[in-house]
């Protein structure tokens, strides 16, 4: 069974930028996804960012140029780094891993960005 513990959110102003990691109990970078998603107040949980083994990436149009999402070897974990953050970015970030045809999510973590 995979677990995935998220870090890092947290209260941040417009403009400000905030780190988000998710630890996997699997290795990152053997996983066939990574990814991170959102779920903002009475909205859907929408994909924000994936990457996949071999390394590509995909953004929502919303997040292109703002945010990154990246794999670290040694700490295991799948990061996503979030520049100039917006009040629309507000909302419990959750991480994804796609594995052998099954999905597996984490708890999620709460960002909130205030103008």
């Known amino acids: 069974q995979v677990q995935l513990v998220e870090s890092g959110g947290g209260l941040v102003q417009a403009g400000g930028s905030l780190s988000l990691s998710c630890a996997a109990s699997?290795?990152?970078?053997?996983?066939?996804?990574m990814a991170w998603y959102r779920q903002a107040p009475g909205k859907q949980r929408e994909l924000v960012a994936k990457?996949?083994?071999?390394?590509?990436?995909n953004y929502t149009d919303s997040v292109k140029g703002r945010f990154t999402i990246f794999r670290d070897y040694a700490k295991n974990t799948a990061n996503l780094r979030m520049n100039s953050l917006k009040g629309g970015d507000t909302g419990v970030y959750y991480c994804?891993?796609?594995?052998?045809?099954?999905?597996?999510w984490g708890q999620g973590t709460q960002v909130t960005v205030s103008s």
């Open positions: 994804n891993e796609e594995r052998s045809g099954l999905t597996y």
């Open positions: 990457i996949t083994r071999a390394g590509i990436t």
């Open positions: 699997g290795r990152v970078f053997s996983a066939d996804t």
